[in-house]
């Protein structure tokens, strides 16, 4: 059995270094979290809208709504590409599927260090290989590309490549309010062999709406999908109970016709497929996802009964001669409720005729805290570099040459994604908008808890565009957020040192607090027992503390070096050296200055 279990071991070593050289070989593998808006999202550079573990990333949402609220909308999904080459053979290229499930057959084409994923602000100008002076269009786009046809691809069981390229952007926005919940996705895909015939696009989407801490499984099995044929757009809804309870956050997935093809002229596939697993309504051939999901011309009836659902939206046949492109978008559309699902839907549609460029808010401010015992000091004035006050925006159709207004200061006790209390507003006075109070640049917060997190966020905001109905736009609270901590500087030396809370009570629910003393990390929403916290203050720069227990035994070592941050304190999370937790009882402590050499001793009370 031994024996065995250690050719097991090694069998799934040798695998996984295999596989890291395969990768390392064939293409280079990069993933970004969307952030930017209302809605945060993590995608690969494959096309794909899912956390696949080829990319070895951490456990994450795949599209969060709203964000920090960990409701998951998304499953898998991507695009399709289905086309009739000179040969006559009816060929499918997916970014993912469900069948074959998992891997899809779009990859990175090179493993050349670039061929990751282009980040480019809003109207900044970058030199891609294969997109010369790109010009980002929304506050911050991810360009990268895949395609059929590279070494990995061609590994894949039964895929016979199309030969075409895909150069995919994500484009995000902070503001208005409906577009910062709309994940917008354009595409560029280029036949490099073939002169393709009857080609069909499709977006194959498998919504999971609820809570993703829950089981996975139940949370999912409640889902239904309706189809609105004027909007081109598929939406995924969960049903009211269940594990997941009732997550009115619809998620709705729309596909634009291509340019040069009016939606009309164009037939129109819709699909659903009430199962939870793989193969669901995926055939296994290329020829059935081409004739019986691409091009069958079959507009399923709204799914009556939520056991879950995943659909496949397709339009076509279009012509895409070798060396041409066929230019298309799709959408993710999230809101409070499907009434503002179809609204921002339509609202999307209406901006679709100037390429979605649209006025912006002004870029944010650079804000800087200065800390002190019980208060902070925020200052937000222009510098050089930037400058919200002069910002010029050429798509607002009022002709106004210096649309700024004002800054918004903003503040939270809980996380750097809120909840959000508005502390100031400061406007340009005497122009006839918002309140004309005044231009501000500092303000003091007083009565803060020392040695605790807060947070802060300066916006700034635009005048409204009258002209062209468009809202004053603010830049987004959380993309401009700093932490601080009030407190004393360090002391030159140890001789004040102290526990907090002391004694710790293990009957008091710390996490309630306001601000909370305890509360979990940015990447879940739950308490764990490595959750709490003792805080060793007034320390000086330098200095190594000792955590015993009564009898004298050593449970744990804290270094503690200042030296960049300047803060006088040490959090402790009640764990030994081991990783074990502590019980209750008296605890020793010594803290040695390692400037002067100088040690002071204490204890503390620890009751669970």
Known sequence: MKSNMKCLVVAFLMITIFSNIVWSQFVTLDWKMQDIGAVRQWIPNNGGFWAMRTYDCPLLINVEYPVGSYIEHIGEGGIWVGAITPNGDTLVSVTNSWNPWGEGEFWPPTNEPWDTIWVVNRNDTVDIPYFENY????????????????????????????????????????????????????????????????????????????????????????????????????????????????????????????????????????????????????????????????????????????????????????????????????????????????????????LKDNN?????????????????????????????????????????????????????????????????????????????????????????????????????????????????????????????????????APPETVGKVAVVPNPYRGDIDYSSYNPPWEKPPATRNFWMEQDRRIQFINLPLRCKIRIYTASGKLVTTLDHDATGSGVGYHDWNLTSYVGQAVSSGIYLFTVEDLNTGKVQVGKFVIIK
């Open 135 to 350: 010009v980002g269009l929304s506050d911050r786009d991810y360009v990268f590309r895949y395609n059929d046809y590279n070494p990995y691809s061609l590994t894949k069981a039964n895929h016979v490549p199309l030969y075409v390229d895909v150069i995919e952007i994500g484009h995000n926005w902070s503001a208005p309010e409906f577009l910062s919940k709309i994940k917008l996705y354009e595409h560029y895909v280029i036949s490099k062999e073939y002169d393709l015939k009857k080609v069909y696009i499709s977006m194959w989407a498998d919504p999971n709406v609820g809570l993703r801490s829950v089981d996975f499984q139940s949370m999912l099995s409640d889902d239904y999908t309706r189809f609105f044929p004027e909007l081109q757009m598929g939406v995924g809804l969960d049903a009211p109970g269940g594990v997941d309870d009732f997550a009115d956050y619809p998620i709705g997935v729309k596909l634009f016709s291509p340019d040069n093809y009016p939606e009309e002229t164009l037939n129109w596939t819709f699909i659903w497929g009430g199962s939870t697993n793989p193969p669901g309504i995926t055939p296994s051939t290329d020829k059935e996802k081409y004739e019986q999901l691409m091009m069958s011309r079959k507009i399923m009836e709204d799914q009556q009964i939520p056991t879950g659902s995943h659909f496949i939206i397709s339009c076509g046949p279009m012509e895409l001669n070798k060396g041409d492109t066929l230019h298309f978008y799709v959408a993710l559309i999230l809101g409070d409720g499907l009434d503002e699902v179809i609204r921002n839907a339509k609202t999307l549609e209406k």
């Open 356 to 488: 979605f460029k649209t006025p912006a808010p002004p870029p944010k401010p650079l804000l800087r805290a200065f800390t002190y015992i019980g208060r902070v000091r925020l200052v937000w004035s222009p510098t050089e570099e930037v400058n919200p006050e002069n910002y010029f925006d050429p798509y607002r159709a009022d002709g106004d040459s210096l649309p700024f207004e004002g800054y918004r200061l903003y503040k939270s006790t809980i996380s750097a994604t809120g909840p959000w209390k508005l502390l100031a507003e400061f406007d340009v006075p005497d122009d006839g908008v918002g309140n004309d109070i005044g231009l501000q640049y500092e303000y003091v917060d007083e009565g803060l808890l020392n040695n605790v997190e807060y947070y802060y966020s300066v916006t700034a905001f635009s005048k409204p565009d009258k002209v062209l109905n468009w809202p004053s736009l603010e830049t987004t609270i959380e993309d401009n957020v700093i932490t601080v901590v009030p407190g004393a």
